[in-house]
């Protein structure tokens, strides 16, 4: 296992649309290792993929109640609403007010390959909206609502 560098700022990559995963092999799961740790070195509730330079639809998330890992994360349902202050790895000493929904439910793989599902509300809805976004070349700043 391994610390990554996180890209941050203006770093084009993070601008780009990750690529689905078509196989978990070693490399993959590695890429999962190294993005934990990177994420809890950095102090980070969540990590997707193109932060570290890699285009590849992966997140990892821990808000308190242990680590998730989902490969090709996607959305099933979303209800609510919810406005707080979101801040990134990528984004260094910036925050803002976003407004995301109260309760997601993803669908994705988990690290054997088998389809699971991610209910989440509140802080663990935000982390996984967010971290989603970032697979698809969104940033927390390109939300932030102005008051």
């Given at each position: 296992m391994a610390i990554r560098n996180i890209r941050i700022d203006d770093d084009p990559i993070l601008r780009k649309k990750s690529r689905t995963v078509e196989k978990i092999d070693d490399r993959i799961l590695q890429l999962i290792d190294?993005?934990?740790?990177?994420?809890?070195?950095?102090?980070?509730?969540?990590?997707?993929?193109?932060?570290?330079?890699?285009?590849?639809?992966?997140?990892?998330?821990?808000?308190?109640?242990?680590?998730?890992?989902?490969?090709n994360p996607e959305f099933v349902s979303q209800s609510g609403s919810q406005i707080d202050e979101e801040g990134c790895l990528s984004i260094p000493n910036k925050?803002?007010?976003?407004?995301?929904?109260?309760?997601?439910?993803?669908?994705?793989?988990?690290?054997?390959?088998?389809?699971?599902?991610?209910?989440?509300?509140?802080?663990?809805?935000?982390?996984l909206c967010h971290e989603i976004d970032h697979l698809n070349g969104i940033l927390f700043i390109d939300k932030i609502i102005e008051e």
């Amino acid at each position: 296992m391994a610390i990554r560098n996180i890209r941050i700022d203006d770093d084009p990559i993070l601008r780009k649309k990750s690529r689905t995963v078509e196989k978990i092999d070693d490399r993959i799961l590695q890429l999962i290792d190294d993005m934990i740790d990177t994420m809890y070195e950095a102090n980070g509730v969540g990590l997707a993929a193109p932060q570290i330079g890699i285009l590849k639809r992966i997140i990892v998330i821990d808000v308190g109640d242990g680590i998730i890992e989902l490969i090709n994360p996607e959305f099933v349902s979303q209800s609510g609403s919810q406005i707080d202050e979101e801040g990134c790895l990528s984004i260094p000493n910036k925050t803002g007010n976003v407004e995301r929904p109260r309760f997601v439910k993803v669908r994705g793989l988990n690290r054997e390959g088998k389809e699971i599902y991610v209910e989440g509300e509140e802080l663990l809805a935000r982390a996984l909206c967010h971290e989603i976004d970032h697979l698809n070349g969104i940033l927390f700043i390109d939300k932030i609502i102005e008051e």
